[in-house]
């Protein structure tokens, strides 16, 4: 069996707003056969305008005005490897999502309204009982004359082994019971540590488990409105985002 071997294309341009981990831009590794791919990449390198509009071509990405990452790149067979990883289905499903409706209903919302992605292990993190919390985005929303700043971390990802609300991360947003150690981890603590009447702080999780193939097998299970409750909506749902975006705003 013959050895692949790659080829390495890095996305940066010093007028292009790219954010890594490590650096400005982005590292994309291709099979070397693949001569036509590589030579459509590097293209878009020299061409900002489409690296930043256009999408689904041979480099999946999609572009969100008002994310502070741009271009967002997808996972793609084609690709052998990206870095940062590039964003899956549910991160993908997430982004599209949010970004459909506010373009729909611009002239609802005089707020500014940015998109962050975040990352594991290097990014904005929180040491929960059990285990670190990265959440995948940061939503910054700015109001007003004050500048009043809501910051809302928003994770998608499955919730097929959570059987219920009893979670660290879903309890995370704030909800607890009298039965949970008082020093236990919330984003509504840490926000009153800041001491800035002005900062408020948000923790969602957009589950990609359904809400039916969730409770399978279950006889006392929570609603959807107990969960919508505790800050955890269904990316299956069509109206996850006025429903998230009616509890931030």
């Known amino acids: 069996m013959s050895q692949k071997t790659y080829v390495m294309i890095r996305l940066d341009n010093y007028h292009c707003p790219l954010i890594s981990e490590e650096r400005q831009g982005y590292l994309v590794q291709v099979v070397k056969k693949e001569k036509e791919l590589i030579k459509e990449i590097r293209s878009l390198v020299d061409d900002l305008e489409k690296l930043f ?32 990883a590039g964003l899956v289905d549910s991160e993908q499903k997430f982004v599209l999502g949010l970004r459909e409706y506010l373009k729909r209903h611009k002239d609802k919302f005089p707020s500014e309204i940015y998109l962050l992605r975040n990352y594991p292990f290097s990014g904005v993190g929180f040491q929960l009982q059990w285990a670190g919390f990265y959440p995948d985005f940061i939503m910054w929303i700015k109001e007003g004359r004050q500048q009043t700043q809501t910051i809302v971390f928003i994770d998608p990802k499955g919730l097929e082994h959570i059987k219920g609300l009893d979670n660290e991360k879903i309890k995370f947003a704030g909800f607890l019971n009298e039965k949970d150690d008082p020093e236990t981890v919330t984003i509504k603590k840490i926000e009153k540590s800041l001491r800035d009447k002005n900062i408020r702080l948000e923790s969602f999780i957009l589950s990609k488990t359904s809400y039916d193939d969730l409770r399978k097998g279950e006889t006392v299970f929570p609603t959807m409105e107990e969960f919508m409750a505790h800050h955890v909506l269904f990316l299956s749902d069509k109206n996850w985002p006025e429903k998230l975006i009616s509890m931030i705003i």
């Open 53 to 84: 509009k256009e999408e689904n071509t041979s480099l999946p990405r999609v572009y969100f005005d008002g994310s502070l990452y741009v271009p967002m790149l997808l996972q793609s067979k084609k690709i052998n490897k990206i870095s940062p």
